[in-house]
C-alpha cells in the first residue's frame, strides 16, 4: 500500500495517478470526501489515517505540517519501509527569501523532520512550478496582451508538476534513492519576458511582458491582496537570483530515462484555464 497525503492537491493528483498506472495500490488521504480519484484508490481523512499495511508514505509539507510529527511517530510504528518527502530547490536558503514561507509552507522543517525520524527517506527538492504563472497572470492576460511585472530578465527553470509527480512515484519504489535529496528542474531556465512569450504562443493569444519598476510591482501586488511579506520575499529573490546563474539540474532525467517536460507543453497541457 502507497500512501499519499494531499492526495487531491497539484503535486498529490498527479501522483496518485502515476502510482496507480503502475498497478500498486494507493491510499490517498484529503479532507475531501467528494474528491474524484481513480478507481479502486482508498480515500480517508487526514483524521482516520491508517497506516496498516504502509509500504511508501508521502509527505505533502503544507497537507501535514500540522500534524506531521505524530504522522511519522505512527509511521515508525508500523514499519514503514520509505517515506517521501516533498521539500523545494531552496530549502536551505535564508528563510526571509523563501517566499512561499509567508504562505504557510514549511519545506524546511516538514523536510528535517522526515530526515530526523529514523525512517529511510528522500527528499525531492523541485524548482519552482509551472503553475504558479497562472495563479500569477491568469487574469491580466484574461483582459489584455500585456503582463506587468518586475524584472523582466529573471529567468528560472520551471517544472511541469506532473514531472515532480513521476519523480516522487518513483521515489517511493526505488531503493537507489534512499537517503537523497534530489533538486529537480525544468529543461530550461526562461525569464519571465520568454515564459510570457510562450504562454502567448501556445494559447494563441500574442503576449508581452512590461517590465515595471520593482517598488511598482511590489505595491500593486500588495493592493491586490497578496501577503506583504510573500511581495518582498519574493522581490529579494528576484534581485538577488539576477545575480546568478540558473539552476538547470540534470536530476530528472538521470531518474526518469527521459527529459523534463518544456513549459510549451505545461502551457499546452493547461490551455483551457487560461481563458
Known amino acids: 500500500m502507497y500512501l499519499v497525503t494531499g492526495a487531491t492537491g497539484v503535486i498529490g493528483r498527479p501522483l496518485v495517478t502515476a502510482l496507480t498506472s503502475a498497478g500498486l495500490a494507493v491510499r490517498a488521504v484529503s479532507r475531501r470526501s467528494d474528491a474524484a480519484l481513480p478507481d479502486g484508490v482508498e480515500l480517508v481523512s487526514p483524521g482516520n489515517l491508517d497506516l496498516t499495511g504502509v509500504e511508501s508514505l508521502f509527505v505533502h509539507p503544507r497537507a501535514t505540517k500540522d500534524y506531521v510529527d505524530d504522522l511519522l511517530r505512527r509511521a515508525v510504528a508500523h514499519d514503514v ?59 491580466v492576460i484574461s483582459m489584455g496582451d500585456k503582463v506587468f511585472g518586475p524584472y523582466a530578465a529573471f529567468s528560472e527553470a520551471v517544472i511541469h508538476e506532473r514531472d515532480v509527480a513521476d519523480v516522487i512515484a518513483r521515489a517511493m519504489v526505488d531503493d537507489a534513492l534512499d537517503g537523497r535529496r534530489l533538486s529537480i528542474t525544468g529543461p530550461e531556465a526562461l525569464s519571465l519576458e520568454q515564459l510570457v512569450t510562450i504562454i502567448g504562443a501556445v494559447i494563441g493569444k500574442p503576449l508581452r511582458y512590461q517590465e515595471v519598476p520593482a517598488e511598482a510591482a511590489a505595491s500593486a501586488m500588495i493592493a491586490h491582496g497578496l501577503n506583504e511579506g510573500f511581495v518582498h520575499a519574493l522581490m529579494n529573490r528576484y534581485a538577488r537570483e539576477l545575480e546568478r546563474r540558473p539552476v538547470v539540474t540534470e536530476e530528472l532525467p538521470t531518474i526518469l530515462g527521459r527529459p523534463a517536460r518544456p513549459f510549451a507543453e505545461w502551457v499546452a497541457d493547461h490551455r483551457n484555464e487560461w481563458v
Open 81 to 139: 519501509r520509505r517515506v517521501v518527502v516533498l521539500s523545494a530547490i531552496n530549502a536551505d536558503d535564508d528563510p526571509a527569501h523563501q517566499p512561499s514561507r509567508f504562505n504557510g509552507d514549511r519545506n524546511t522543517e516538514v523536510e528535517r523532520a522526515v530526515v530526523a525520524c529514523g525512517l529511510p527517506w528522500v527528499s525531492v527538492r523541485p524548482s519552482s512550478f509551472a503553475m504558479n504563472t497562472l495563479t500569477m497572470w491568469r487574469g
